[in-house]
């Protein structure tokens, strides 16, 4: 299987771990990662969205929000210098190996609702789902508006998360699914 990744060495590592028999190629970067997955030219992906020196990835994660075709499947972590976050991608219809126990959303909160994001966490915290990440990124053509990227705790088409998601529906003007799958939170 191809799977692509981002040029760099722990990039490569992290894609022989994710998918044991890969097939890797690198690519410049992780949005022409992205980019080979959406339209077909590789069918999975490898790339960096954290790390412990520049922070989160922000183009990687505004192109994952953006991609509709593409679902996360994956993550790993590598423990290089920068202890890097990556994730497994693949085309939207397809499904992690093993079960999901982590789930990447992406949110936009309702601006007229006071308190969205906090109220939106709570969705969470009150079905005692651990919230493992949460990265602000502005929302195009809105000054001073952000969405959300949320890592949490659980499957989306699973009870708790399930009903938590559906209780976002009256805070946000989107609640988009990146995708459910086996976490690797360390």
Known sequence: MTVAFDGT????AAAL???????????????RVIEAVATGEAKRGVVAVEDGIVGSHSAVLDLLIDSEPIRVIGETW??????TRFLLIGPADTKPD?????????????????????RSLTAFVGRRLAVYNVVSRPRPGQ???????????GDAEAEPLASALTDLAALN??????????????
């Not at 060495?9 to 490569?12: A, E, I, V």
């Not at 028999?21 to 992780?30: D, H, K, N, Q, T």
């Not at 590598?78 to 202890?83: F, H, L, N, S, Y």
């Open 143 to 153: 000054s001073g508006a952000y969405r959300y990227v949320i890592d949490v705790e």
């Open 17 to 31: 771990t994710l998918v044991s028999e890969a097939e890797v190629v690198a690519l410049a970067r992780g949005e």
């Open 173 to 186: 003007d989107a609640v988009q699914v990146l995708g459910s799958y086996p976490g690797d939170t360390p």
């Open 98 to 118: 093993g079960a999901a126990t982590k789930t990447t959303l992406a949110i936009t909160p309702k601006p007229e609702v006071p308190n969205a994001l906090f």
């Open 78 to 83: 590598q423990e290089d210098e920068a202890a």
């Open 9 to 12: 060495p722990s990039g490569k």
